[in-house]
């Protein structure tokens, strides 16, 4: 069976955060059944809280845009929310609702972007100004129904301060996951 190159991306991405957030001493659970996050991880002091993260990731042997990343809704799970009578704005904004920190792996670079969940809604809410227009970022029920996506690129154009240096306090920087699980620095 051929891999996908999504899925490919993935498995490189999800086992570099992973090795990275157990070097901070961190346990690092992946969640079988799949339940709409990448990661489980906990404190090895206190496993009673933990942080739910979900992995974004760019292959630079396929794509060059090495600080773009994509939230996508599948056209499956835009035909269930349909059923079901949820919003299709609804549907992405459930994903990251799920979530209390993404992780955005710029393998290119050696970057991993930490980001809360706050801090990524404010990142796809500043990328409307450049693709805010791109039929597959607007979320409605089209017929037949099609999978959607919102963008995440630290580098898309935006007026005053360009998005990377609003963020680049999130650049390899895991210390919120540390103070969310209650390691603080």
């Known amino acids: 069976m051929k891999m996908i190159p999504q899925s490919f991306t993935g498995m490189i991405t999800e086992s570099r955060v992973r090795q990275k957030l157990e070097s901070l001493g961190l346990i690092v659970k992946k969640p079988i059944p799949d339940i709409g996050i990448d990661f489980e991880v906990f404190s090895p002091l206190d496993r009673s809280k933990s942080a739910r993260i979900l992995v974004k990731g760019r292959n630079p042997k396929m794509i060059k845009t090495y600080r773009w990343f994509q939230l996508r809704v599948q056209k499956s799970e835009m035909e269930s929310a349909k059923s079901s009578g949820i919003k299709a704005d609804e549907t992405w904004r459930k994903k990251v609702d799920m979530i209390d920190f993404f992780i955005l792996d710029a393998v290119f670079y050696d970057e991993m972007w930490v980001l809360t969940r706050e801090q990524t809604l404010k990142l796809i809410s ?60």
Request: hydrophobic letters at 35%; glycine letters at 6%; a positive charge.
């Open 126 to 185: 500043l990328n409307k100004y450049q693709y805010g227009l791109r039929p597959d970022n607007i979320f409605f029920y089209e017929n037949p129904v099609k999978g959607k996506q919102k963008e995440m690129n630290l580098e898309a154009q935006v007026p005053g301060i360009p998005i990377i240096e609003q963020f680049k306090t999130c650049r390899n920087n895991f210390v919120p996951i540390l103070n969310f699980l209650g390691l603080n620095l």
